[in-house]
């Protein structure tokens, strides 16, 4: 079976690698534009080591684009990791298609950051999706689906690395693997039991201390490692990523202790400990930002 693989970045390599060490037939290897002062994308750089061609159109909507994919002469396309809108002209080009890897349990949490809000609205489940894409956001047939659960503790880097990611890369195997049988399901989804939410960016990393503990300890577990979740200390903003439940009082925002470890904050209900932020020296030890920075038992965060 002639393939394409479109993707980029960590998870688009390790597809790759798969379809490598199986043997298969890669025809094309697609990905993002290079950028100025940034390293090569790991994708094209396993493509490159093993003399892959590779394409990196700078946009798939465009009657060039559509010529290149037509000149694959592929039976599917792959995609591992893509960010740019690809319509459905090109998707549809290969034989049997083209199937996606999305980091949620379509047709919930469509959208960029599908990790994030399971976490921050404090969910205990979420998974994966791999779909046939089609022009709308997230919205194609389903062809298979994988479950994990959230720990209580876990953070976007635990959800990711430690699940959705080894996961995914096996179920875009396994998906193939069904397409080649001619066995590979396209279910329609219901959107109107589904949700889609935009970015988890800066904005809705912003803490409001307002909120309960475990509300503001789902944010930065939502947060972490990107975008961090944040607050000010009188000028300069701190980021906060490892942190705990605690159950100290005080006026929400305001340090209420501190020790060896980091320090506690007080929220709408219960406390925060934190151990790890950033500022201006980077990432460090919450007591080092203590030390460097005079934070004192009374200070008040975020106002």
């Known amino acids: 079976m002639r393939i394409v693989v479109h993707g980029q970045q960590a998870f688009g390599k390790a597809v790759l690698e798969k379809l490598i ?3 298969e037939d890669v025809v094309a290897v697609c990905t993002a534009p290079d950028k100025e002062g940034r390293p090569i994308d790991p994708l094209k750089e396993l493509a490159l080591e093993h ?38 002209e090109v998707l549809d080009m290969p034989k049997y298609g083209s199937f996606q890897y999305h980091p949620s349990l379509l047709p919930m949490h469509r959208g960029p950051s599908s990790i994030n809000w399971p976490i921050a609205t404090g969910a205990t489940k979420t998974g994966l999706t791999i779909f046939w894409p089609d022009d709308g956001l997230d919205e194609g047939p389903i062809l298979m689906q994988k479950h994990c659960d959230i720990g209580a503790d876990e953070t976007l880097g635990d959800v990711y690395f430690k699940k959705l990611f080894p996961m995914g890369v096996d179920a875009m195997i396994e998906s193939l693997d069904l397409v080649k049988a001619g066995n590979a399901p396209k279910v329609v989804q219901n959107l109107q039991q589904g949700s889609y939410e935009s970015w988890f960016g800066k904005k809705e990393a912003k803490l409001d201390w307002t909120q309960s503990a475990q509300q503001i300890y789902n944010t930065i577990r939502a947060a972490n490692p990107q975008p961090g979740a944040w607050t000010t200390h009188g000028s300069n903003e701190l980021k906060m990523f490892d942190s705990s439940l605690s159950d100290g009082s005080g006026k929400p925002g305001e340090i209420i202790s501190i020790d060896d470890a980091g320090f506690e904050i007080a929220t709408g209900a219960g406390s925060i400990t934190v151990t790890r932020v950033r500022a201006d020296a980077g990432k460090i030890p919450a007591s080092d930002y203590v030390a460097q920075s005079g934070l004192k038992v009374g200070d008040s965060l975020g106002s």
């Not at 892959?52 to 592929?74: C, E, G, H, I, N």
């Open 21 to 23: 060490e199986r043997g």
């Open 51 to 88: 003399n892959l061609p590779v394409y990196q159109p700078a946009s798939w909507k465009t009657p060039d684009a559509v010529d290149l994919m037509r000149s694959f002469d592929a039976d599917v396309c792959m995609m591992a990791y893509v960010l740019l809108f690809v319509p459905t």
